[in-house]
């Protein structure tokens, strides 16, 4: 893509944007981020994109560190960025991401987690497919996926782009790469708040943005970074599979018709989701556990090759 630079107030308005408003809201959630939320400010604020363009939003979600005190001494050092800063008593991450798109003023949200980080030239590519195709509703960009031991690799996000795919096929979408128009946010609701979905609230909304006849594309560049700090413990495992499971669920139950080929792509699916959790399991040496997660998403698909040979690799596993 040939990029010129979109700094002036012509290029903004062939948008098209109303009069002062930015183009972006970039949305940042913080819980207990004082170790890293800098970072992640430093890649908006290092942005080729003309800040007059862009805003931050960052919310600080009843941390109990100094999360606050680091973004309030971040703000003064960089005075040419448009911040906010908003405090308020913890609601989780889709919450505080609420919180954030209802006080933004920009034309599409920017979702940038606390703890992943941007490359320079996210937003004014971005921008460029915006002007390209101004019907485009959400844009989801490839990132690279950082281990904190230093190991990297590409993460591709695609091709699902319709409520049905989505749903059926999986997530193929991650929330720091993805810029959505915020009208269209308001317009489903926002994220789910429900405790159940949490952890995968952005599933949940992707869902209901594609039900909504939201044109989503995926732009097959690398513009961030995301982060994978260390392994997650037994529980969270536990419950991001369950709140995975939950949202399924409820899309599934909604779901019409439900034919016999449709209740085995929902069989399919929640087999998918359980091998991913045995997976997990068995990344983190718990075999015995992985063994029951790969046993239920047996019944649920018993022809699947991927998980037959994951039961047959962890079951070697758990014999020695």
Request: hydrophobic content about 40%.
């Amino acid at each position: 893509m040939n990029m010129k630079p979109i700094n002036t107030k012509a290029d903004r308005t062939n948008m098209p944007l109303m009069q002062n408003e930015p183009l972006f809201s970039v949305v940042i959630p913080a819980y207990n981020a004082e170790d890293f939320v800098c970072e992640a400010l430093d890649s908006v604020a290092g942005q080729t994109m003309s800040k007059s363009n862009y805003e931050i939003i960052a919310v600080d979600d009843g941390s109990t560190d100094e999360t606050s005190s680091k973004i309030s001494a971040w703000a003064k050092e960089y005075p040419m960025v448009e911040l906010r800063l908003i405090q308020q008593a913890n609601k989780g991450i889709g919450g505080a991401r609420n919180r954030g798109v209802r006080e933004a003023s920009g034309i599409f949200v920017a979702f940038l987690d606390a703890d992943d980080v941007w490359l320079e030239q996210k937003l004014e590519f971005i921008a460029h497919h915006i002007k390209d195709v101004p019907d485009v509703d959400m844009v989801c960009h490839d990132e690279w996926l950082q281990m904190n031991k230093g190991s990297k690799k590409r993460l591709t996000y695609g091709p699902y782009a319709t409520y049905r795919d989505l749903l059926f096929k999986g997530n193929c979408i991650s929330t720091s790469a993805t810029v959505v128009r915020r009208q269209k946010i308001l317009e489903v609701g926002g994220f789910s708040e429900d405790m159940r979905f949490n952890s995968v609230e952005d599933y949940d909304l992707w869902l209901r943005l594609a039900q909504a006849d939201c044109r989503i594309e995926y732009l097959h560049k690398i513009l961030g970074v995301y982060w994978v700090w260390g392994q997650g413990v037994t529980n969270n495992i536990v419950l991001h599979n369950q709140h995975a499971m939950n949202v399924l669920e409820a899309h599934f139950q909604r779901w019409q018709p439900k034919n016999l080929y449709y209740r085995y792509l929902m069989r399919r699916h929640r087999a998918g989701t359980l091998r991913g959790g045995g997976h997990a399991f068995m990344k983190q040496g718990d075999h015995r556990e992985a063994q029951k997660y790969l046993c239920m998403a047996l019944k649920q698909d018993p022809f699947n090759w991927k998980t037959w040979v994951l039961t047959l690799l962890n079951t070697a596993r758990v014999s020695k």
